[in-house]
């Protein structure tokens, strides 16, 4: 079993009401995609599903959705909100579980590829996909694209985040695709640091994964809003369909 980095002290502080990734603004297009991709009738199974930030709203659409999830204190928060008997939910890891039915849509959101941090891991989590898809079905990952352009020669650290009480910071190692998230925390002269490893990954390298999973490339967007993917884009939501 990995390393869980989602336990109590993370979970406890992971629904911020202030967090912009709860608003409607994020969450409706998000829901929107996945929808539509999941077709009537369809059924969904998110992988890391957390505390349910995106399974509640789209089992309020009439969706069926089952989430894996690794952490027990993330899915004891997700039981305890209402509506979450919409929810069915297995704990496990994401490169290994299996659950029981087939879906329409497989998703997996906001970075959590990354937390998978060897490339042996992401191809199995590729493989959980297409082994829960059906036939035509769609996987769908969001994440970040690494920000090397931003980062000089022969230095590992980025500042990505900087307020009064918080400083957020990506370190990377180009030369075996890891990074590391620390966050730094002050509260009246006090302060608490932690770091999360992950491991970032290209579009073409995903695309890889996806064909020895028997998945195809058929959507990629800069965002939920589906924008173009540019160069330039921060980020991208991909879907592949299974053959």
Known sequence: MPTNYFDEPVAATYDAPDSPMW????????????????????A???????????????????LPVHGIELSEAMLRRLRAKPGAERVRTTQGDMTSARVQGRFTLVYLVFNTISNVTTQDGQVDVFQTAADHLEPGGHFLIEV???????????????????????????????ATQGQWSHHHRFDGGQGTRSSIP????????????????????????????????TSESRSHVSVWRKD
Do not use: C
């Open 144 to 174: 970040g694209v690494p920000q090397l352009q931003r980062l000089p020669p022969g230095e590992r650290f980025l500042v990505f985040a900087s307020t009064d009480d918080y400083l957020g910071v990506d370190e990377y190692d180009v």
């Open 23 to 42: 608003s409607a603004e994020v969450l409706d297009p998000t829901v929107d995609v996945l929808v539509e991709l999941a077709g009537d009738g369809g």
């Open 44 to 62: 969904a199974l998110e992988l890391a599903v957390g505390t349910g930030r995106v399974a509640l709203p789209l089992s309020e659409r009439g």
């Open 198 to 229: 992950f491991r970032y990954t290209w579009p073409a390298e995903l695309d890889l994964m996806a064909r020895l999973a028997g998945m195809r490339l058929v959507h990629r967007w800069a965002g939920w809003d589906r924008s173009p993917y």
